[in-house]
């Protein structure tokens, strides 16, 4: 029987709908691409979703991601917390949290190990995770920090439409103070790489948006055009980037087929116009880790957590995503 390096899946808050979403998009693929899986996440829970689902699937609990064989059943790991509490759908608490980080911590050790190919993360609570000890501002942050890397993008990804944030999670009125010259050049750089090796788009065309309403209008609205964005984009097409801008928001978002990349200055700059494009098939990217990560671009959804009624679109087009990223890196 061949070994196998999988790509590693943390089913996320068990309180939420993440290992609802999981099994569905498992449901969803065929017996080969169910083969290069594994699972974190209670095996209890897991096994009680998919007798709901009338019972499509196999699992079977390992101790360690190593040494793993392709088999029909799929393997899941059982963080530690998953026996300090119980399941409550809907809470947000420390055990949530707790199972949710560790899943995370495992996923991402697998893969510097290079145990695990790429790791896929389903929905977490901040909050949960906040009281779980882990504190960060959201996935993208904790995973950059467990891997240990300086430089990283969160990107969303509708289709064409790829949109990596030169900010995250900030509140607005810190944007201006934040952009710097210097913050806008890495993630332009940390783009292009993406969209290169993920995507396999040679010499990636990148937008660049205004911060201000109509790019400031000659300065009427701001000057972070003139004085930050500006001077970033050239200081970029000096090391080769192929960038244009920057552009208001508005006209660039709706010519977005011009482009391999878009680079939005704010979360919601970016994300607002993703979500309108493909909500329920957006995927949520991490650009500059040693290892492709995924996610779905919903949360945990508690008000509807445990009761068998939620999407799994966007988790299994963040599966497919994980999996064609690998074969790109890889070929």
Request: hydrophobic share 45%; charged share 15%; aromatic share 6%.
């Amino acid at each position: 029987m061949s070994h196998l390096k999988p790509i590693f899946i943390n089913c996320g808050d068990p309180n939420g709908i993440g290992p609802e979403v999981t099994l569905k998009a498992l449901i969803n693929l065929d017996q080969t691409q169910r083969q290069r899986l594994i699972l974190a996440g209670s095996l209890q829970q897991l096994m009680q979703i998919n007798k709901q689902l009338g019972e499509p699937l196999q699992f079977i609990e390992v101790k360690s991601i190593d040494g793993l064989c392709v088999s029909e059943s799929i393997p899941v790991i059982v963080p530690p917390a998953v026996k300090s509490s119980e399941i409550n759908y809907g809470s947000v608490s420390e055990f949530g949290g707790a199972v949710s980080g560790q899943g995370i911590g495992i996923g991402v050790k697998a893969c510097l190990q290079g145990s695990a190919l790429a790791l896929v993360t389903a929905p977490s609570s901040k909050e949960a995770l906040h009281l779980a000890g882990y504190r960060f501002p959201g996935q993208t942050e904790m995973i950059t920090k467990l891997a240990g890397v300086d430089r990283s993008i969160m990107i969303l990804a509708a289709g064409q439409l790829r949109v990596g944030m030169a900010t995250t999670h900030i509140p607005l009125h810190t944007i201006a103070t934040v952009l710097t010259k210097d913050v806008i050049v890495e993630k332009l750089q940390v783009l292009h790489q993406t969209l290169m090796q993920w995507f396999r788009v040679i010499n990636p065309r990148i937008g660049v948006a205004a911060l201000n309403p109509h790019a400031s209008d000659g300065g009427i609205f701001g000057n972070e055009e003139k004085l930050v964005i500006e001077p970033a984009i050239e200081i970029a097409r000096v090391d080769g980037l192929n960038v244009t801008g920057p552009f208001p928001a508005d006209t660039l978002f709706p010519r977005y087929q011009q482009f391999d990349g878009i680079l939005a200055m704010y979360h919601d700059q970016g994300m607002i116009p993703v979500k309108m494009a493909g909500f329920g098939k957006a995927v949520n990217l991490t650009g500059g880790l040693p290892f492709p990560r995924t996610s779905p671009d919903h949360g945990t959804a508690f008000d509807i957590a445990g009761k068998m009624r939620a999407d799994a679109g966007s988790m299994l087009e963040a599966i497919l995503t994980a999996m064609r990223t690998v074969d790109n890196v890889e070929s």
